[in-house]
């Protein structure tokens, strides 16, 4: 149950922080097009960036499982640095890139 537990705070943190990165590149390297062209082009991007990220935290769950499994002290440790980084890139994402 522990290890359950944690893997899903793992895909938590990968979710939030692939969101965040995929939400800054596209904002970087693809620029809103014009409305008059496309009409659901904001909705469809979402769902896309909610589909990789929902991926990435699975896979980020996988592993996050297997390295609880082997070694708990140092998942610990490196638990809070994943969070106080998810924490930043989203705080960052948000002011920046609303």
């Keep these: 149950m522990r290890g359950l537990l944690r893997a899903l705070v793992v895909a938590a943190c ?13 904002a970087l390297f ?3 097009p014009d409305p008059r062209t496309v009409v659901v082009v904001g909705r469809i991007a979402f769902y896309w960036r909610c589909a990789i990220a929902g991926f990435a935290a699975i896979v980020a769950g996988i592993g996050g499982s297997a390295l609880a499994a082997r070694s708990t002290r140092s998942f610990d440790e490196l638990l809070s640095l994943l969070l106080t980084t998810t924490i930043a890139i ?6 920046f890139v609303p």
């Design 14 to 26: 990968a979710f939030a922080i692939a969101y965040s990165l995929l939400r800054v590149a596209q």
């Design 30 to 32: 693809f620029p809103a």
């Design 90 to 95: 989203g705080v960052l994402q948000g002011v």
